[in-house]
């Protein structure tokens, strides 16, 4: 933790989706900070535009959505006004991604080395000059020699034979490592990992967790890891943002999240968790559903499945407030909160009208 | 829906059953009905196919001309609305003096009725021998599956033109022509949706309740393939009316002394250089006709199976 | 192995390829009416012993599985029989035709790549686009119209009002070609000769863009909602991710996952091209096999028809198992 200074920057983001029903705010003015290798936690109910985060930060947000307002600063520039060709170049070499379900995200009909080796390729990772197809031998073998570093490093065993072999020809662990070193190949300073390990037996889930560690130990790659599984936040982060309906509800180091969460919605997802040492526990699920994100409520998005919800949380937005050095929650249920005018919700919306 | 009474008579019992049948499929009629309506382009294709089927089927109350009777004084002269027509002959006359148009509305009844007929036939033999293959396979399954691999390694107009020039030209003759291959694309898909449909969890069901094979198939899968099977026939009729028009242009259809749309772009061939619409006009009335079929087909898929979108 | 499936394939496709003959064998034999007959029904009187001298020279006095065996093995060594009009073996007839047909067929085939190709994949990526609704409304028309119809308004139009192309045949008749392999623009491409290649491509164009045009409908339709598939699919967001630029995405990411189905329908369209042959070689007066196969068709030359119906129906055997092997080398979960 030598280095405090934020590799990633978000900062009043939202994100809209046209529908024949209205619009869809699917994230609504998000701030988040990353620090060089840090890993930041995005937790949330699937729907609530934790993947769109994602999305956005690489600038993949598919049509017709579009980012509304905020910016994203990524080593102090602002990826939003980034013309396409400068996001290409950010995109795989500075940013790379990682998917849910291995098993689709590979392409099928090429090798899993060369899919590696084309990160390489459009980059121009490897230096000198650079001779057209035919004559490019020299450069190619120098690629795939650090492909197969890269596969060495994830864990695929023999790299050398499964260079040349094709998507189904591997286990979903094997093609997550694949995607990983697909996307460590380029080193890039911030790994987006969408879901890594939904799609996967729990055993290899963990060994995929660890790689991921100690990937970021090692390279000191800062990790964005979305997840819908607090534990798995709790076990990997050092931030933890929870996110409800498109709007970050509590934010703050893994453990005041963790061992003292403020946010009913918090608490909800610790107690509906299971936990294997207790015995004879019961689990408790949060009561109603997802909200529509088409329509939702004035107030609280949550209020409508909130245990200790409040009249005032119904009546209009619910502004974000700072209960410690990096601790923010947007919640009325302990009203002695001091209000913080930067972070309120009324401010931002202000901003993005303007 | 209200409860029958425990001490109605069986005879009742059964009409009250009959009458909720009935309710349900006029209701799931309505709103078939509904959508097909609300969809712009199925619409339009059916009113106009509605139109041809009009025509062809009140040709002789339409028009006053024999469609094979020309008048010979009056050969070749141009539509109406175009310099020398006359008000007689809306679309003009071919070499023979006789009405195109009165020409076109009998050809569509060929058109129609070939479509329709070895359509219908095709779908018949294939959904049968498909369902038999498919719940019981064993030989028969076998023989008939290599017997319809076999149609399959030819071309389907190749077929139809070998099979005419040995059976001779007529509308019989050319319907079972069509026929003999055609009911293969059916077979094979009842077929396969057979040997699919036949592991799915109702049909077990259906089984343990002690029902027929033949109940099964019947009762059971055929419901849930019938969409699919209406869809694919609608997009086949077309292809079949095309089919019909390409054998009687080559002369081998139907006879010249029936009128139909191929043979009369065929005979106006000839007069290419000084009447252009003798050959022209019946090839519109045919593009138009299966222009709006296959656009009521696609209509029919989306409403009744999206799933078939890829296929064709 | 990927050898061991493509040999396979080929082990299959040859009892289809003596089915194909099996049937067209019995289409002759059992349609009513003795072939000596309609033979001698253009020859005038003969005497009883010339029809059975003609009987046995044509095998007519064998029993049927032995005519179906004499026949097998014969067009397994080439030989179709004889001519019953032009009195000249079939398989000379065919040879001599072919040139023609493969020449029209090959250039229909590239009008319906080429039109297809651009269009399917640039509908795709700009869905809904004009451009995507323009040329499915052409393409919806395309599979529509007849090829003969179409045929007719393409001279009419080019060649008869506009005079840009002609009318018919494959080549001028004061073009001096020596002969050669037949394929007219190959043998004036060797020869050198410019006045010709020019002549017999002008003479290609509309017999082979109306050959092509209903396949190019087909294909750019399939390969559109192909594309539009693999253009949603998680890979392509994967090659995003990592930089590539769209053009790479579009052409090597999502066209290469899209050509697996468009191969299987290029490989049923090739029946189409065969049946189609026959109706644009009539319409353009094509001097080739189809127009040869009408032609023997009303002069009952029964040898002549069945032997070239099967020539065509193997032809579709062989193009459908080149597109398996295409298909097997295109889907690697295939080789395993």
């Known amino acids: ?354 | 829906m209200e409860t029958t009474p425990p001490t109605v008579q069986p005879t009742n019992r059964l009409i009250h059953l009959w009458s909720i049948r009935l309710k349900l499929w006029l209701r799931d009629t309505k709103e078939f009905l509904r959508e097909l309506i609300l969809h712009p382009t199925a619409l339009i294709g059916g009113i106009i196919v509605i139109l041809y089927i009009l025509a062809a089927l009140f040709a002789p109350q339409i028009t006053s001309y024999d469609p094979t009777k020309g008048n010979l004084r009056d050969r070749l002269k141009p539509p109406a609305f175009i310099e020398g027509g006359m008000k007689e002959y809306p679309l003009g006359t071919d070499a023979q003096g006789r009405d195109l148009l009165t020409r076109i509305i009998y050809g569509a009844r060929i058109s129609l009725i070939v479509g329709v007929v070895s359509v219908g036939i095709s779908v018949l033999i294939g959904s049968i021998l498909g369902a038999l293959s498919g719940f019981y396979r064993g030989k028969l399954d076998a023989i008939i599956s290599r017997f319809a691999d076999l149609l399959m390694a030819f071309p389907f107009l190749i077929f139809a033109i070998g099979v005419m020039a040995f059976i001779g030209s007529g509308v019989t003759n050319l319907i079972a022509a069509l026929i003999f291959k055609g009911w293969v694309e059916f077979f094979r898909v009842v077929r396969g949706e057979m040997m699919s449909e036949k592991t799915e969890e109702y049909v077990e069901a259906a089984k343990v309740t002690g029902r027929g094979n033949l109940a099964i198939i019947v009762r059971e899968i055929f419901p849930n393939i019938v969409q699919s099977i209406f869809v694919l026939a609608t997009l086949r009729i077309g292809e079949m009316i095309i089919m019909e028009a390409s054998l009687s242009f080559l002369g081998l259809g139907i006879p010249p002394h029936i009128p139909a749309w191929g043979s009369m772009v065929a005979s106006g061939r000839d007069f290419m250089l000084v009447a252009w619409w003798v050959s022209t006009i019946p090839g519109i009335a045919l593009m138009i006709l299966v222009l709006s079929i296959n656009l009521f087909a696609e209509g029919l898929r989306d409403i009744l199976d999206p799933r078939l979108k890829t296929i064709a | 192995m990927k050898a061991i499936k493509i040999l396979e394939r080929v082990l299959v496709s040859i009892p289809i390829m003596f089915g194909v003959a099996i049937i067209v064998f019995l289409f002759m034999r059992l349609t009513p009416g003795d072939p000596v007959d309609i033979m001698m029904g253009r020859g005038g009187a003969v005497s009883a012993g010339e029809i059975e001298k003609l009987r046995s020279e044509f095998n007519l006095d064998k029993p049927l599985h032995v005519q179906l065996w004499l026949f097998l093995t014969d067009a397994v060594k080439g030989d179709l029989g004889y001519s019953y009009v032009q009195k000249t073996p079939v398989t000379d007839l065919i040879r001599e035709r072919l040139p023609a047909t493969i020449e029209l067929a090959l250039t229909a085939l590239l009008f319906a790549l080429i039109i297809s190709f651009p269009i399917g994949i640039l509908s795709a990526v700009w869905q809904n686009s004009l451009l995507d609704r323009f040329s499915m409304a052409g393409a919806f028309m395309g599979i529509s119209m007849p090829g003969f119809w179409m045929g007719i308004i393409l001279i009419l139009v080019f060649a008869v009002k506009l005079h840009w192309l002609p009318v018919q045949g494959r080549i001028d008749f004061d073009a001096q070609l020596a002969a050669g392999t037949g394929f007219f623009v190959l043998d004036s491409l060797l020869s050198g000769n410019r006045a010709a290649l020019i002549s017999s491509l002008k003479h290609l164009v509309l017999p082979g863009f109306t050959l092509g045009a209903g396949i190019a409908a087909i294909l750019a339709r399939v390969l559109r909602s192909s594309m539009l598939e693999t253009l949603r699919s998680d890979y392509v967001v994967l090659a995003r991710s990592k930089g590539s630029p769209e053009w790479n995405v579009v052409l090597k990411h999502a066209l290469r996952n899209a050509l697996i189905p468009t191969v299987t329908v290029i490989g049923l369209q090739v029946g189409v091209l065969l049946g189609g042959n026959m109706i644009i070689e009539t319409v353009f007066s094509w001097p080739g096999l189809g127009r040869m196969v009408v032609a023997a068709i009303f002069q009952r030359d029964f040898p002549l028809v069945q032997g070239s119906v099967m020539v065509y129906a193997i032809t579709f055997v062989l193009a459908n198992l080149i597109v398996d092997i295409l298909y097997t080398y295109l889907n690697p979960k295939i080789a395993l």
């Open chain 1, 1 to 354: 933790m030598e280095n405090k200074q934020p590799l990633l920057e978000i900062r009043d983001l939202s994100v809209v989706y046209p529908s024949k029903r209205g619009e869809v705010r699917a994230i609504d003015s998000i701030f988040l900070n990353v620090e060089k290798g840090g890993r930041l936690g995005l937790v949330g109910e699937s729907g609530c535009g934790k993947s769109t985060v994602l999305h956005a930060i690489s600038r993949l947000i598919s049509r017709p959505g579009k980012v509304t307002c905020g910016e994203i600063l990524f080593k102090r520039k602002n990826l939003l006004k980034l013309s396409s060709r400068e996001m290409r170049n950010v995109r795989g070499k500075e940013i790379s991604m990682i998917f849910q379900d291995p098993q689709t995200t590979l392409n099928p009909v090429f090798h899993v080395g060369e899919q590696i080796r084309e990160s390489l390729r459009l980059h121009n990772i490897i230096p000198g000059t650079h001779l057209p197809w035919p004559f490019d031998i020299a450069r190619k073998r120098q690629e795939k020699e650090r492909v197969l570093q890269a596969m060495r490093e994830v864990g695929i065993p023999s790299p050398m034979d499964r260079y040349a072999t094709y998507p189904h020809q591997f286990s979903g662990g094997m093609q997550q490592r694949a995607l990983i070193a697909l996307a460590l190949v380029c080193e890039p300073s911030l790994l987006l990992a969408d879901e890594p390990t939904t799609a996967l037996d729990v055993t290899i889930q963990a060994q995929i967790l660890n790689l991921m560690l100690k990937i970021n130990q090692d390279h000191h790659t800062a990790i964005i890891l979305v997840t819908h599984d607090l534990g798995v936040a709790a076990e990997f982060c050092d931030t933890i943002t929870v996110m409800y309906a498109g709007r970050i509800v509590e934010q703050g180091p893994v453990d005041d999240v963790t061992m003292n969460p403020q946010h009913p919605y918090t608490q909800g997802l610790l107690a509906c968790r299971p936990v294997i040492s207790k015995i004879d526990q019961k689990v408790q699920p949060i009561p109603g559903n997802v909200p529509d994100v088409i329509d939702l409520p004035p107030g609280c998005a949550f209020a409508p499945r909130c245990p200790q919800v409040k009249p005032a949380c119904l009546e209009g937005p619910i502004p974000i407030f700072q209960t410690g050095e990096k601790l923010f929650n947007r919640c009325l249920a302990q009203v002695s909160y001091e209000r913080d005018p930067l972070w309120s919700w009324e401010h931002i919306v202000r901003q993005c009208d303007e």
